[in-house]
């Protein structure tokens, strides 16, 4: 079975920018979240979604949204890029949502200059 | 609020010799699931161990094992027969039961000498 996968994997953009992301969960799984990391912050949370429907949301501003799509794949947006929003952001999908594992894709690096 | 703490910023750790990770959690859920991943340095969080709070028994996965203490709240991973592969951040995490978010602990970089 594959695994979540992630694009782009590498990405730079300016100050100003809009950014898109895209996660594929594995095949099954309808709960997919996304999550934050940089070296001074950690890993955050940012939103998950199931069954189209966001169910939790992370302590970030508005300018980060995201969406899911029928087919359980989901995209984030991030506008009016700050220099600040460089890091990996990861996806990770489950089966449901609770305490099943969350199985990571392998990150987009996003660089804003 | 959920917390987790990892103490140990960095490891080291000779080939072939087990190694304990430590992790403390602050919850008041009853229920909640305890989980340990690993990033290499390329970037990817590799899932390695799963514990659950009313498992009687500790979560034991090929070299991997926890060490759950429900008491004192802490479940350290144990990484027997270290290999040069496993070089790498560690990480624990918890998932609520609302909501479904893992917070993650700060990470325990991990160096295995040969």
């Known amino acids: 079975k594959a695994g979540v996968t992630q694009t782009p994997r590498y990405l730079i953009k300016t100050r100003g920018q809009q950014v898109t992301l895209s996660c594929s969960p594995i095949s099954g799984h309808r709960s997919v979240s996304w999550y934050q990391q940089t070296p001074g912050q950690g890993l955050q949370f940012l939103f998950e979604y199931f069954s189209e429907t966001q169910r939790n949301k992370g302590n970030f501003p508005g300018r980060f949204s995201g969406r899911q799509f029928s087919n359980s794949r989901s995209e984030m947006n991030v506008s009016t890029l700050e220099l600040g929003d460089s890091a990996l952001y990861l996806c990770?999908?489950?089966?449901?949502?609770?305490?099943?594992?969350?199985?990571f894709g392998p990150g987009t690096r996003l660089l804003v200059l | 609020a959920q917390k987790i703490t990892q103490t140990q910023p960095g490891m080291f750790v000779q080939e072939k010799e087990a190694v304990t990770l430590d992790c403390t959690y602050d919850?008041?859920?009853?229920?909640?699931?305890l989980f340990w991943y690993k990033q290499p340095s390329s970037g990817e969080m590799i899932f390695l161990i799963y514990q659950g709070s009313y498992d009687e028994q500790n979560a034991t996965e090929g070299r991997y094992s926890l060490n759950f203490q429900k008491a004192r709240k802490s479940t350290n991973l144990v990484i027997s027969a270290s290999q040069l592969g496993d070089s790498a951040m560690y990480f624990c995490?918890?998932?609520?039961?609302?909501?479904?978010?893992?917070?993650f602990g700060q990470g325990t970089e991990l160096s295995v000498k040969p």
């Open positions: 995490a918890m998932r609520e039961v609302q909501g479904g978010k893992l917070i």
């Open positions: 990770a999908s489950s089966l449901v949502v609770a305490f099943e594992t969350q199985y």
């Open positions: 919850t008041s859920d009853q229920s909640y699931g």
